[in-house]
């Protein structure tokens, strides 16, 4: 028995000293408080001598300005995610400049099988997240693979350079070429941020309700005018003589004796002003602006507007006076105090009313829009007003919304992948896999779908052989339409400020854009509001304290890219 326990003793021991060391945030040695270099490579991945040569072409970039990267290798991170890893860790280290945020993490993770690029907000127009995707699947993966991982930072980090210094990643030596991966998908958007919620205040006392004068005995003298609006009288049954309230008594009673606010009621009307323009826009957004001397911004997809309804201001407008109105009848029918709860309590009522009002009126305005429409038209108006209101579920969580937003998933279903009749021969078409329709794609379209802009459907007849290729936007995309060759693939590639706003002037800056496609560019001027002296101090102190930070007090972005081996 005893021999029994010394080995399972001894077992457990072993396994304990077998497992290798698992890094969190703030294990990650960093370089920076060491040897002032780039690359933390605890678990010597890379070569000294390749380690000594890359710190040499990162202080170069960096010194120059064009970007701060550090490179970290490590052999597990326990059980981390190695995305969000990268973010902590960048957040951690404050990579890049303060001023422009030009930082830049790679992290791979051995045992997870992952290469990860984190940048930081100033370098995502330079190193926008498509990029760090081909970047890693053509220069880094393939070595990664034969566990070179010298060979895979060094002509990583020559891509890198060369997409910082001339604006495009691609080399002129030959590379292996990089086998399908798993892990194809850039990172998703962020969610969305929660509503703001207010403090409930006490309870303010009750108000009665104001009792009408009682009048005077009639005179007999009374002019005949008078005698008409006087109230009527009533014999009681002791004899006395009473007045019944008039009917204009009890309306002024009712409509101008209006009962006092409490002080938390005006706190909650503000907090609604702000909550119901913010959700006015997000569950129905607004038409851009198109004016004619003006060079306006190009529109992205996401920011396209609901097609069938749009209240915005006649909305709110209706919103706010019925609140207005129906809080001191509410008051004086169920006997609530108007305070900051009561408040909150009636306009969240209204706007779940109005919700659902303007649910039905979308739909009969969705008849008349959609009229002679054909299918593929009809799914991309539905396909804005599902992404619209895509939010207004979880904040009016009522059985009518849920059940509206699930019909409309099966109609945008029905719509998409309902077969379609051969136009030359009648036969019934049949919708090919993701696989089998790029052979009848143009390499524009298979760009698109990279850039995951735009979804096509390719559907071909059996019998003639007839092909019918439709497009399907994404509604979420970042990307706008581009006006030279009209595909959805112009995106933001950098943002120059001409001129810094003060606190007695306005600034300005050019945004440029450029399309993936065509190579086409076009440069968008934008104003810069002034700052206020409260701000321009903050800034300036955050400034100082950044600059005493070893990695320079950058932030990340969000953006990058993920890949698997």
């Known amino acids: 028995m005893r021999n029994v326990l010394y080995l399972l003793l001894v077992s457990l021991l072993l396994s304990c000293t077998g497992k290798q060391t698992k890094y969190s945030v703030s294990d990650v040695p960093d370089p920076k408080k060491s040897d002032g270099g780039y690359i933390s490579n605890p678990d010597h991945l890379l070569s000294s001598e390749m380690v000594k040569n890359l710190n040499d072409k990162l202080s170069s970039l960096d010194r120059g300005g064009k970007a701060q990267v550090a490179m970290v290798l490590l052999h597990t991170i326990g059980e981390n995610e190695p995305r969000d890893f990268a973010h902590k860790l960048f957040n951690y280290w404050k990579i890049g400049d303060a001023a422009t945020n030009n930082g830049l993490l790679v992290l791979l993770v051995e045992d997870a099988h992952r290469l990860v690029f984190e940048t930081g907000k100033g370098l995502e127009a330079d190193m926008p997240d498509v990029i760090c995707f081909r970047i890693q699947q053509d220069y880094m993966i ?149 004016k004619r001397k003006d060079d306006p911004m190009p529109v992205r997809m996401k920011d396209l507007p609901n097609d069938f309804l749009r209240p915005r201001f006649l909305g709110l407008l209706l919103i706010h006076l019925s609140v207005l109105f129906s809080s001191p009848f509410l008051a004086r029918l169920i006997g609530w105090p108007i305070n900051f709860f009561s408040t909150f309590v009636i306009y969240y009522v209204v706007w779940t009313i109005f919700m659902h009002v303007a649910i039905l009126i979308m739909e009969a305005r969705a008849k008349v829009v959609l009229r002679g429409k054909d299918r593929h038209d009809q799914w991309l108006s539905y396909a804005r007003a599902a992404y619209r209101l895509r939010t207004a579920k979880y ?171």
Not at 172 to 201: H, W, Y
Not at 208 to 223: I, N, Q
Not at 225 to 237: D, K, Q
Not at 514 to 539: E, G, L, M, N
């Open 395 to 565: 904040v009016f969580p009522l059985p009518f919304l849920w059940f509206y937003l699930v019909w409309l998933k099966r109609r945008l279903d029905r719509l998409r992948n309902e077969p379609y009749d051969c136009p030359n021969c009648s036969h019934v078409m049949h919708k090919l896999s993701e696989q089998e329709e790029d052979v009848y794609l143009k390499k524009e379209q298979v760009i698109e779908e990279d850039l995951m802009s735009v979804d096509y459907d390719v559907w071909k007849c059996d019998a003639c052989g007839n092909r019918l290729i439709l497009d399907y936007t994404n509604v979420n995309t970042a990307m706008a339409e581009c006006p030279h060759c009209e595909h959805v693939s112009l995106e933001r590639k950098q943002t120059v400020t001409k001129k810094r706003a003060t606190t007695s002037s306005e600034g300005w800056g050019i945004t440029t854009y450029a399309c993936a496609i065509c190579s086409y560019k076009h440069d968008y001027r934008f104003t810069i509001p002034r700052v206020s002296q409260s701000s321009s101090s903050s800034s300036s102190s955050s400034s100082s304290s950044s600059s005493s930070s070893s990695w320079g007090g950058g932030s990340s972005g969000g953006g990058g890219a993920s890949s698997s081996w």
């Open 142 to 290: 393939p070595y990664i693979k034969n566990a070179n991982y010298d060979q895979a930072f060094e002509e990583g980090l020559k891509s890198i350079s060369a997409q910082l210094y001339n604006g495009n990643y691609v080399l002129n030596q030959e590379v292996p070429e990089a086998t399908v991966v798993e892990d194809r998908s850039l990172i998703a958007d962020k969610p969305a941020p929660p509503e703001p919620r207010g403090v409930v205040s006490a309870p303010a006392e009750p108000q009665g309700l104001v009792s009408a004068p009682r009048p005077a005995e009639p005179d007999t003298d009374t002019d005949p005018g008078e005698a008409a609006n006087a109230a009527p009288v009533t014999l009681a049954g002791d004899g006395e003589v009473t007045t019944a309230p008039s009917y204009a008594a009890t309306a002024e009673s009712y409509f101008f004796d209006v009962p006092k606010f409490g002080g938390g009621t005006f706190f909650a009307v503000f907090i609604w002003l702000a909550v119901s323009a913010a959700m006015m826009n997000v569950f129905f957004g607004k038409k851009p602006k198109q």
